[in-house]
């Protein structure tokens, strides 16, 4: 090689050889890559998306995943099991967005696994209804099992929770910070911060009834009930003395 | 520099796909995997997180056989392209011959193109290797998502913002149907080659 051979000779002597191995005469037919599902693929842009966010939360990502699942929502409307999944993406997604990189380490776990399986539901055609649901269960389980891990995380980190008005909605969570303790501490007046889900997630493989939400129990109803009487008494009080100064000038 | 047994006659070519993350880098080793497994008779080795991104690397070696009586091993690696393996990317870029940058043409891409770019030469930097000297060649990836309405940089925006100072080959390709994945493959080759010999002088 070190020899005086002409660089002229030894491109000519690569370039042969590469055409030889690179060629492409004589090819066994391209692989899937080359069937053009890719061109159809109606998935092609959450999935582009999903990979975003598991490289970089930002809100043009977020807003354009929340999007596309509001698209595929209409494009399958008449598909359960799809627009389930879809759900479960939505609710994930306004998870994310709330919390950003504070979410849930599990989330973004959850959000490619809801998402290929729904892939797969969405690419098998041929698949039996009752296979679709099986699967659609398994990430609604693991979809419901990290809402009780994040509500967990947030009874853990408040001490004495105080019951709050919002027992019918979905379930408030909070995301562990520990150099943030102000967070923790300030009272329901906080926009829903880190809810998984602005709606209810319906599982079509279970009765509509049985669905998602935790049912509050009897105590923290009465705790609620007796917070609101607190919070109404006090601003009651609070406008009697500004009636009372109004007069008093 | 190379690794060079001139006991054995034998050349080891290290070759290095850099790019931003999700550019395609990936794509290229796959491509030229899947179509050409049964001639370069090799395996890929590639290691990926749940989310089917690069974690550490990918490693596609082949033998492209006797070239001057020397017996040429080409090592292609791919870098992860996600900003927080720095330091990974620099190992990689150990012992480098030549590069082949892997840019996403996506418009929404264009800054993590120019930062990864910057990246890459002070990595080499790193190693005492100027991004100027060192066999290079550009490729604008993902020209097929034009198709699909996706908004991609023109062509002449991606040479100014890369390769107006460069003035390197540049191709424009899309790794997953495999448009110039190996035109890009063949030029880093020839001149990651021709500089070796020219070193080696």
Redesign the interface.
């Known amino acids: 090689?070190?020899d005086s051979?002409d660089?002229d000779?030894?491109?000519t002597?690569?370039?042969n050889?590469?055409d030889d191995?690179?060629g492409e005469n004589n090819?066994?037919p391209?692989?899937a890559?080359?069937d053009g599902t890719?061109?159809h693929y109606p998935l092609?842009e959450l999935k582009n998306l999903?990979?975003?966010i598991?490289?970089?939360i930002t809100d043009?990502v977020l807003e354009k995943f929340l999007q596309q699942i509001k698209d595929l929502k209409l494009t399958y409307k008449h598909d359960k099991v799809v627009l389930t999944f879809l759900q479960i993406l939505n609710s994930l997604g306004d998870y994310i967005k709330t919390n950003r990189a504070k979410s849930h380490p599990k989330t973004?776990?959850i959000l490619?696994?809801v998402f290929s399986n729904l892939d797969k539901v969405v690419l098998s055609r041929d698949m039996p209804e009752a296979a679709k649901k099986k699967i659609l269960r398994i990430e609604m389980n693991r979809y419901k099992k990290l809402r009780a891990q994040i509500s967990q995380g947030k009874s853990e980190v408040q001490p004495k929770p105080k019951a709050k008005p919002v027992a019918a909605a979905p379930p408030e969570v909070a995301t562990v910070v520990p150099d943030e303790p102000l967070t923790l501490t300030e009272p329901s007046v906080q926009p829903a911060e880190t809810v998984l889900s602005e709606e209810p997630v319906i599982d079509p493989t279970q009765q509509p009834d049985t669905v998602i939400a935790h049912t509050p129990s009897v105590e923290t109803l009465a705790e609620a009930v007796a917070e609101i009487k607190k919070y109404i008494h006090d601003e009651i009080s609070a406008l009697r003395r500004e009636i009372e100064a109004l007069r008093n000038q | 520099m190379a690794f060079v047994n001139l006991k054995n006659k034998e050349i080891q070519v290290k070759i290095v796909y850099y790019g931003p993350g999700r550019g395609g880098k990936t794509s290229n080793l796959e491509y030229v995997y899947k179509k050409f497994a049964k001639r370069i008779n090799t395996e890929m080795v590639t290691v990926k997180t749940h989310g089917d991104r690069t974690l550490f690397f990918d490693f596609l070696p082949f033998d492209i056989g006797l070239i001057n009586g020397y017996d040429v091993k080409i090592q292609l690696y791919t870098v992860p392209g996600q900003v927080k393996y720095n330091a990974t990317r620099r190992l990689v870029l150990r012992g480098v011959d030549g590069i082949v940058f892997v840019a996403d043409a996506m418009a929404v891409r264009r800054e993590k193109n120019i930062l990864s770019l910057k990246n890459l030469q002070e990595n080499l930097a790193v190693y005492k290797k100027s991004i100027f000297r060192i066999p290079f060649v550009m490729q604008y990836n993902k020209m097929d998502l034009k198709e699909q309405g996706i908004p991609l940089l023109p062509l002449p925006t991606l040479e100014k913002d890369l390769n107006s100072q460069l003035k390197i080959p540049s191709f424009a390709a899309s790794a997953v149907l495999g448009t110039n994945v190996v035109a890009t493959l063949k030029k880093i080759i020839s001149l990651t080659v021709a500089s070796i010999k020219k070193d080696l002088k």
């Open positions: 090689m070190a051979k660089v000779t030894l491109s002597e690569l370039e050889r590469l191995l690179f090819l066994a391209a692989e890559t080359d890719a061109t092609a999903i990979l975003s598991d490289w970089e043009d973004f776990k490619n696994s």
